[in-house]
């Protein structure tokens, strides 16, 4: 059964092809991934898609193969950014995004997604200088966000309740965001703290920033994909909890973000609730 999906604009609807279908004709899967999503999703030094959910969609689509009994199945990888990600996913430029996007009722109008695949908060990375810690110190305050994402929202009602105002200052991506804080643009970056912890370790001079310990938002991450699609969300998940349930995730989980042992409680409970039974 085809899907069927209304584009904004003077476009009518467009025909999408059910995604295994399409992966079994062409041979190919195509992947989303972000170029300055440290640690989930970035481009390499070798010019290659890294990051944590680039490996679990990695081992989702060795399963897809396996599923759809494919000798060879070729990985295009697409960059996607966080204002054209969702649209690309829609038309059919990607099958899956392999982000850092969290799973909101607003997205799901759209989009739909895996399995939780992470849990995070927003936080802030600021300058020394600053002498910002929280929310409550950025008063005056040039504070980098993305535009439209869960951070915005998350930071403007934060400062409300504060009774703090800040000056926020619209960059396009992560990489913007980190360049505005060294250049000396802005005082403060407000993003998901694990993405922040990833960004701070590009930085050109490390001590001459702070991460704050606060976290004033919640943020549950999955991989995107386009709605209406159940046999390609089952495989997507079936995969996942597959990952899950052999405990193959902690090895995963310890190349980014450290050792397992160490992670939030909430991890290992996400991991044991979405290790759903074949």
Not at 225 to 254: C, H, M, T, W
């Amino acid at each position: 059964m085809c899907v069927f999906l209304l584009l904004a604009g003077p476009a009518a609807a467009q025909e999408i092809r059910p995604t295994l279908d399409k992966i079994k004709e062409t041979g190919t899967i195509q992947l989303g991934y972000r170029e300055t999503s440290r640690p989930f999703s970035f481009l390499g030094t070798d010019g290659r898609p890294a990051g944590y959910s680039v490996d679990l969609c990695l081992r989702v689509a060795s399963a897809i193969q396996q599923h759809l009994q494919l000798a060879e199945l070729k990985i295009s990888w697409v960059a996607v950014t966080p204002a054209d990600r969702v649209a690309r996913l829609v038309r059919g430029t990607i099958d899956l995004e392999c982000g850092s996007t969290t799973i909101t009722f607003g997205r799901m109008e759209q989009v739909a997604f895996s399995h939780m695949i992470m849990v995070d908060g927003a936080s802030l990375l600021a300058t020394v200088d600053s002498g910002i810690g929280a929310v409550k110190d950025l008063s005056g305050k040039r504070v980098g966000l993305i535009p439209n994402t869960t951070t915005e929202k998350a930071l403007v009602a934060a400062l409300a309740a504060a009774s703090v105002k800040a000056q926020l200052v619209a960059v396009a991506d992560h990489g913007e965001g980190l360049q505005g804080l060294e250049t000396g643009r802005l005082d403060a970056y407000a993003s998901d703290r694990l993405l922040l912890a990833g960004l701070l370790t590009t930085a050109k001079n490390p001590a001459k920033f702070r991460l704050s310990a606060e976290i004033y938002s919640y943020e549950p991450y999955g991989l995107m994909l386009r709605r209406g699609d159940n046999a390609f969300q089952v495989q997507v998940n079936r995969a996942l909890s597959a990952l899950y349930r052999s405990k193959d995730i902690v090895p995963i989980y310890e190349r980014w973000f450290g050792p397992f042992a160490s992670a939030s409680l909430l991890v290992p409970a996400l991991y044991q609730l979405h290790s759903w039974p074949d």
